[in-house]
């Protein structure tokens, strides 16, 4: 009797079924773990540029109410806002808004107060 794991003069040349399941497999398995590697680096990439892109928008933090804007360069406090927050969604830096609002007191802002955020139009 033969097994299926020897070789004989009628299978000379040819592999060992044992041996051809293990190739098999670990071919199978190489290939399993390219697609997995492949997936893995398209989520990444994904996600960078998914960051990339939202940290090359040059937008408000939070979309600003209509209110808040009574007349041009005028901006009116919102309740949550800080000096930070302001300027940010405003497109400037805290030490301008504070160039424009002379005499302000930023560690207590009231809702509704009045800040200027451009120049006032010279007549």
Known sequence: MIWPNQ???ANAGELPLLEMRKRLAASVTQSDV???RMRHFNIIFFLSALLVAGCAANKPVYP???TAFPEPGVYLVQPGDSATLIANNLCLSVERLSTL???????????????????????
Do not use: F
């Open 7 to 9: 070789s004989t003069e």
């Open 34 to 36: 390219g697609r997995q």
């Open 64 to 66: 600003l109410p209509w």
């Open 101 to 123: 609002n002379p005499g302000m007191n930023w560690s207590h802002l009231k809702i509704g107060q009045r800040l200027y955020y451009a120049s006032p139009p010279t007549k």
